[in-house]
Structure formats: structure tokens, C-alpha cells
């Protein structure tokens, strides 16, 4: 692709014959210098510091050492890119949470292993001036589907020109709660009112989904289905069900259904 930065890949998997899959489907891939591959997290590690890749291909699930492990061991200003390798879904939402350029579930297809590499590249054009913050908004953003435009306005939000409110004042029979909103969990509509659930509470505020979602701050909280909002940062397990719709499960337990519509636009967190 004519004006895209060459990228430097290590592969990392346990597995000799996946290492030999990703290897023959990346030489179709302009742009894409292989520059090793690694059996093991340890190894590696060896070869990021002696060989410095742009982009690790990296598996999840090794011996010894997972890609986790790898990650957090990486940490630092010069770390190497991140797209995760793995044939188990159950943890799409840990590799969004250490901020993966993105996630490709095995067997993999070529349209989607040149789009991740695509993104790793334009990562990469810009990484002197992205911090770690902006880039989990951009994954959010790629995510959910937003247009370039929201991309934009998200990072002037996050940057001080428009500040999120803290707290939502909810009146009730002439008294005022104030929800701070880190503690929502998630919203849900009921007709012409808001539940807002939080700290095991629900509460009730008579306001639009519109209104209230432009009230929170869309790097933590977004729109899953058309009447629920969830809080990102709640989630730990995505399920799928035999009719293909998905369930988001929270750290309290709570399970929220995703709407078949949004199947697409969380398409990075499977």
C-alpha cells in the first residue's frame, strides 16, 4: 500500500505450524518485513530486546509464559505494537484492556489479518505523538463504529475541551441523589425513564437515552443495544449464544444483552 510505513513483525506462538500459517499469509501483505519468529513468551522477550520489532503477532495461550505475561513484562515507552493471536474468545476483553492494536481469533482470515496490519501501520506512522490514552480511544472508536469526526471530537473531549460530569443529579418525589458516575454499572430504558444501576441500587431518571448517553464520558460508557448503555470498564466476559446474540457479563455478575445490530461494530472484541 503506496504511502504506508513498513513494519517490522515478530511471531510468537508455541505452535510451529500456526508460526508457518501466519508467516505464508503475511508475504501477501505489502509492507510487512517478517523478522523472526518465537516458540515461547521468553524467547520472546530475548528477541524484542536483540531484534526490536515494530509489531508482535503474539498468542495468548502458552506454556510457561502467556501473551499477557509477555505484555506486562514490555511495558514501557519502546514497547512493540500488540495484535493478539488466540483460538479462545473468552479473552477478547483483556486484550482490549492492555491495549491491543487489535485481536484476530484463530483460524485466521486474510481480509482481517491485513486490516489489523493496516491499523498496526497507521499505529505506527503516529506513535511519537499518541500517548497510551488516546490510542484505547481510538481501539474504543474502532470498536463501536464512530465516524472519523466523533474520533476527533473524543480526543479534543479528552484533551480539557469538554469535561465529563462527575455526578448525575436524579430527582425523585421532590428529593435530589447525586450518582457519581463511575459507580454506574449500566443503564437500561424503562418507556420514558432511565434505571441507572450502581453500586447494587437502582435508580430512576426521567431523561432521554440521547440525553443521558451525551452526559457520559463515551470512553467508558457505551451503547450496546438500543435501549442499554454499559460501563466499559465494568465488563469481564463476553458470551456468544447459538442465535448469535451476545451477553456482556460484568464484574458484579450482571449479565447485559448486546443487541444482534451491534454485532458488527464489537466485531475487535471477538
Partial sequence: MSGMNAINVLIVDDESLARRGLKLRLQNIDGVNVVGEAASGREALNMVVELAPD???????????????????????????????TAFDEYAIDAFKVHAVDYLLKPIDEDRLEEAIRRAQTHLSSKDAITDKQRL????????????????????DHSGVKSWPEKLAIKDAGETTLVETRDIDWVDAAGDYMC??????????????????????????????????????RVVKVCSHMNGEF???????????????????????F
Fill in 196 to 233: 441507572i444501576h450502581a453500586k447494587g441500587e437502582t435508580h430512576v431518571m426521567r431523561i432521554t437515552m440521547k440525553d443521558l448517553e451525551a452526559q457520559l464520558d463515551p470512553s467508558v460508557f457505551q451503547r450496546v443495544h438500543r435501549s442499554t448503555i454499559v460501563n466499559l470498564d
Fill in 137 to 156: 480511544l481510538e481501539l474504543i472508536i474502532s470498536i463501536t463504529g464512530k465516524s472519523e469526526s466523533s474520533v476527533t471530537q473524543l480526543m479534543k
Fill in 247 to 269: 451477553y456482556l457479563v460484568l464484574n458484579n455478575g450482571a449479565s447485559v444483552k448486546m443487541s444482534r445490530s451491534y454485532k458488527e461494530k464489537v466485531k475487535h472484541f
Fill in 55 to 85: 509489531l508482535l503477532l503474539l498468542d495468548i495461550q502458552m506454556p510457561g509464559m502467556s501473551g499477557f505475561d509477555v505484555v506486562s513484562k514490555l511495558q514501557g515507552e519502546d514497547m512493540p505494537l500488540i495484535i493478539f493471536v
